[in-house]
C-alpha cells in the first residue's frame, strides 16, 4: 500500500478541487512579478545563456498561456532548470523539493525512526576565491563523510544507527568572503538523547576538522567564545504532537516565518542572510541596480560560474531504495523537469506562434509579466484585451486555444481543419501587410522630422544614450576581465598557501621523527 507522497506528476495523493484550491495571495502575485523582473534584469550581465533564455526561447510552433489554482504561466517555452542561479526555476524547483522532504520526514518519524541536522561549515577569508573553497568543501565532504570515509565515521554510522542522509549546499557572502557550508539531514534507525547528540557532534567535528586540514584547508574551531558549536552543529527536532516533522525557528522574508527541516535544507530562494552575509540573490538584486557596484556583478559572476552544476540536494546511495521498500514514493523527476512542468501545467489560454512571440513581445521587457497577469485577472477575456492593445489581431497573431486531439499516424485533416488553417492564414497575411505599411509611414515620418531638425531634443536624447549604452558595455567588459585577473591571482596565492602548510606540516613531521631517533640514539648510548 502506498503512503502519502509524491508521484512523478509531482502532484500530492490529495487531489485539488475547486474548494481546496490553493489561494494566490497579493503577497504571492508580488514575489512572483519580483522574480520574473529580477530574472529579466539579470540577462545583460549573466554569462549563462540558458539563464539568458530561460522564459524566452521558444521550443518549437508557439507559446501557450496556462492557468491553474489561479496561477498563471507559459508552455512552450525554454526553462533553464538552474536551482542557483535562477530566481523564476529556484523557487518552483525548491517548493517541490521541501513538500517532498516534509513529507519524507513526517513518514520517517511514523516509523519511530529518529532525525538530526548537521551543519558543517568552514573557516574562510576575503582573499579565498568560492571555487577554491568549494573545491575544498568537496575533497573533504569526500574524505571525511564521503565515499573515501575513514573508519571512525563508519564505525559512528554503526554506532548511531545512521541509515543514509540528504545533503544540500548553501552559500551566502559577508565581510570575511564567502560561506560556503553544508546541511545534512541523517536519517537515523532510533531518536538520540540530547547526550547521544552532543558525542555524535563532537566526533563529526573531529573527522571533518581532520578533513579539512587534509585538503589544505584552514583548522576550524569546535567551540566559539561563547561556547555555541561552530564548524559542525547538530540539531534534534522536538516530536510534534501530530507527528509530523518538527520544525527549526528561522527568519524568513518578514523576520517571522517558522520554517522546517526541509525549508533549512531547500528554500534558499526566500533566505534573507544574517549578520551582515548577503545570499546570492540578494547580491544579484544588488548588481542589477542602475548605480550597481561592480564589485556585485563581479560577485554575481563568480557565483555564477562556480555554482552551475553542484546539485541542490544529493540523496546518499541506497537512501531512496530504502524508503521505497519501507513504502514511500519518491518524486523521481529531475530539476529541470520540475522546472518545465511546473510552470507548463494547466488550462490553455491561447496560442501564440514563435514569430509573434519574438517580434513583439520576448523584445520588449514586460510584455511576458503583463501577459501573466492579465491571464489571472480575467482568463481568456483579458489575454486578448492585452494583446490587441498592443496592436495585435486576434485570430491571426494570436488564436485561440483549441483543444484538438493528435491525429492518428497517416490520418489526413478534415475539410473543416483546411478551412480554418486557410482562414488564419489570410488574417494573418492581412494583419502582416497593414502592420508593414503603418511601420514603413512611421519610419518616413519621423525620417522628415530628423532631415528638419536633426538637433531635435528627442533625436538628441536617443544619441545621448545609444553612447552611454557603448560606454557601460565597454565598461562591464574591462570590469570582467579584472575580476578573472584577481580571481586568478587569488586561486595563485591561495594555493601557495595550501602547498606551505602541507609542507610545513611535513618537515615538522620529518623533525619530530628525527628527534625521536636522536633521543633513542642517546638513550641506547647512556645505557651503554
Not at 277 to 287: D, N
Not at 324 to 352: P, S, W
Request: proline share 4%; with cysteine.
Amino acid at each position: 500500500m502506498q503512503v502519502s507522497g509524491l508521484h512523478s506528476s509531482g502532484e500530492t495523493d490529495t487531489p485539488t478541487t475547486p474548494d481546496t484550491r490553493p489561494s494566490v495571495t497579493p503577497d504571492d502575485t508580488a514575489a512572483r512579478d519580483a522574480r520574473f523582473e529580477l530574472r529579466d534584469d539579470l540577462r545583460p550581465i549573466s554569462a549563462l545563456e540558458r539563464l539568458r533564455d530561460c522564459g524566452l526561447t521558444v521550443l518549437s510552433g508557439g507559446v501557450v498561456p496556462v492557468i491553474r489554482n489561479g496561477r498563471a504561466g507559459f508552455a512552450g517555452v525554454v526553462t533553464c532548470g538552474s536551482v542557483h542561479v535562477c530566481p523564476c526555476c529556484s523557487t518552483s524547483i525548491r517548493r517541490v523539493r521541501q513538500e517532498e522532504l516534509d513529507q519524507v520526514g513526517q513518514f520517517w518519524e511514523c516509523q519511530s525512526c529518529g532525525l538530526v541536522m548537521m551543519t558543517l561549515t568552514m573557516r574562510h577569508f576575503e582573499r579565498q576565491p568560492l571555487a577554491l573553497l568549494v573545491e575544498q568543501q568537496v575533497g573533504a565532504w569526500r574524505i571525511g563523510f564521503g565515499q573515501n570515509a575513514g573508519r571512525a565515521w563508519r564505525q559512528a554510522k554503526v554506532t548511531f544507527g545512521v541509515r543514509g542522509f540528504v545533503r544540500a549546499w548553501e552559500v551566502t557572502h559577508g565581510a570575511n568572503g564567502w560561506h560556503a557550508h553544508y546541511h545534512v539531514l541523517l536519517f537515523l534507525a532510533r531518536p538520540l538523547s540530547t547526550g547521544r547528540v552532543e558525542e555524535l557532534q563532537h566526533l563529526a567535528f573531529e573527522v571533518w576538522a581532520d578533513a579539512l586540514v587534509k585538503v589544505g584547508a584552514y583548522m576550524p574551531l569546535e567551540t566559539g567564545a561563547d561556547g555555541k558549536p561552530v564548524a559542525v552543529r547538530i540539531d534534534a527536532p522536538d516530536r510534534g504532537e501530530s507527528g509530523t516533522l518538527a520544525r527549526y525557528l528561522m527568519k524568513g522574508q518578514d523576520g517571522k516565518t517558522k520554517w522546517g527541516v526541509a525549508a533549512e535544507l531547500t528554500r534558499l530562494d526566500i533566505k534573507t542572510g544574517t549578520g551582515g552575509h548577503r545570499t546570492p540573490f540578494e547580491i544579484a538584486r544588488a548588481a542589477v541596480l542602475p548605480d550597481a557596484n561592480p564589485r556585485d556583478i563581479a560577485l554575481w559572476r563568480e557565483f555564477e560560474r562556480t555554482a552551475t552544476g553542484i546539485r541542490s540536494l544529493y540523496w546518499s546511495n541506497g537512501l531512496r531504495k530504502l524508503l521505497a521498500e519501507m513504502g514511500f514514493e519518491l518524486d523521481d523527476r529531475t530539476d529541470a523537469g520540475v522546472a518545465a512542468e511546473e510552470a507548463a501545467a494547466g488550462t490553455r489560454l491561447a496560442m501564440i506562434p514563435a514569430a509573434t512571440w519574438y517580434r513583439h513581445i520576448a523584445r520588449h521587457k514586460g510584455r511576458a509579466l503583463a501577459l501573466l497577469r492579465a491571464a489571472e485577472r480575467l482568463g481568456v477575456v483579458g489575454v486578448r484585451t492585452l494583446v490587441e492593445s498592443w496592436g495585435l489581431v486576434w485570430g491571426a497573431d494570436v488564436m485561440d486555444a483549441e483543444e484538438l486531439p493528435d491525429p492518428k499516424p497517416g490520418e489526413l485533416p478534415t475539410a473543416a481543419d483546411v478551412l480554418r488553417q486557410r482562414d488564419r492564414a489570410d488574417r494573418r497575411d492581412r494583419a502582416d501587410f497593414w502592420r508593414r505599411a503603418f511601420a514603413q509611414l512611421d519610419i518616413e515620418a519621423e525620417a522628415k522630422r530628423f532631415a528638419a531638425d536633426p538637433e531635435a531634443p528627442e533625436f538628441r536624447r536617443r544619441a545621448e544614450a545609444a553612447k552611454r549604452a557603448d560606454q557601460r558595455r565597454v565598461q562591464v567588459a574591462v570590469e570582467e576581465a579584472a575580476a578573472v585577473a584577481d580571481d586568478g591571482r587569488a586561486v595563485a596565492r591561495e594555493e601557495f598557501l595550501r602547498r606551505r602548510r602541507i609542507a610545513n606540516a611535513e618537515r615538522a613531521d620529518d623533525r619530530a621523527a628525527a628527534l625521536a631517533r636522536v633521543r633513542e640514539r642517546s638513550a641506547a648510548s647512556a645505557q651503554e
